[in-house]
């Protein structure tokens, strides 16, 4: 199982961007994707999650400003972020919960894609 992110780059405070993550391989199930990021000097944080069901949860930093939503049927996973701040900026990690075809279940990441927000 893979998992492969892209839609980085750079943008001015308050412009938009979306990422989108896809997962790949021998996929039996996904439970659940969500979004990471890691600032310089900070750990990483969840950004925003959304379950096989489609129940969302966000950090409070990003609540109105970002969504997140899925097509499980295509295994893909974006993050739509609008009014970007300079603060959103990170590498930002994608992350799923997959059972392969083997039935294990564990998390998967993919590559981390940069973010920059400045004028």
């Known amino acids: 199982v893979q998992l492969q992110a892209s839609g980085g780059g750079s943008v001015q405070p308050g412009g938009s961007l979306r990422l989108s993550c896809a997962a790949s391989g021998s996929i039996f199930s996904l439970y659940g994707m969500g979004w990471y990021r890691q600032a310089p000097g900070k750990q990483r944080e969840l950004v925003a999650y959304?379950?096989?069901?489609?129940?969302?949860n966000y950090a409070d930093s990003v609540k109105g400003r970002f969504t997140i939503y899925g097509d499980f049927a295509k295994n893909t996973v974006y993050l739509e972020m609008s009014s970007l701040k300079p603060e959103d900026t990170a590498v930002y990690y994608c992350?799923?919960?997959?059972?392969?075809?083997?039935?294990?279940?564990?998390?998967?990441w993919g590559q981390g894609t940069q973010v920059t927000v400045s004028s």
């Open positions: 959304i379950s096989g069901v489609g129940t969302t």
């Open positions: 992350n799923g919960y997959i059972q392969a075809t083997s039935r294990t279940s564990r998390y998967y």
